[in-house]
């Protein structure tokens, strides 16, 4: 099955950190770039960051810049996010995200990560 499948999310104090995964199955994980996204309530969803697992590639939002850090295990076919310094304002359903081509643009399910003040 084609599917991508984030987890990680959680509650965790301004200041804290966490690592997002998005595990992806049934296409070749090396051929595309994987994004992160994230939609606050009341808000639209916002790209956070992507990698190009072809090259290793990443680009950031500037809000997230110094703080996110996407990497890649192209052995497992997941792609991580590490937040570190979290904000309240980081408060979001996280999803990520590639686009298959042809065969169209895959999200996941999403996970909630809620900050607190």
């Known amino acids: 099955e084609v599917q991508l499948v984030e987890s990680g999310g959680g509650l965790v104090q301004a200041g804290g950190s966490l690592r997002l995964s998005c595990a992806a199955s049934g296409f070749t994980f090396e051929d595309y770039s994987i994004g992160w996204f994230r939609q606050a309530p009341g808000k639209e969803r916002e790209g956070v960051s992507c990698?190009?697992?072809?090259?290793?590639?990443?680009d950031y939002a500037d809000s997230v810049k110094g703080r996110f850090t996407i990497s890649e295990d192209n052995a497992k076919n997941t792609v991580y996010l590490q937040m570190d310094s979290l904000k309240p304002e980081d408060t979001a359903v996280y999803y990520c995200?590639?686009?298959?081509?042809?065969?169209?643009?895959?999200w996941g399910q999403g996970t909630q990560v809620t900050v607190s003040s």
């Open positions: 990698i190009d697992n072809s090259n290793g590639r990443t």
């Open positions: 995200n590639t686009n298959l081509g042809r065969n169209g643009v895959l």
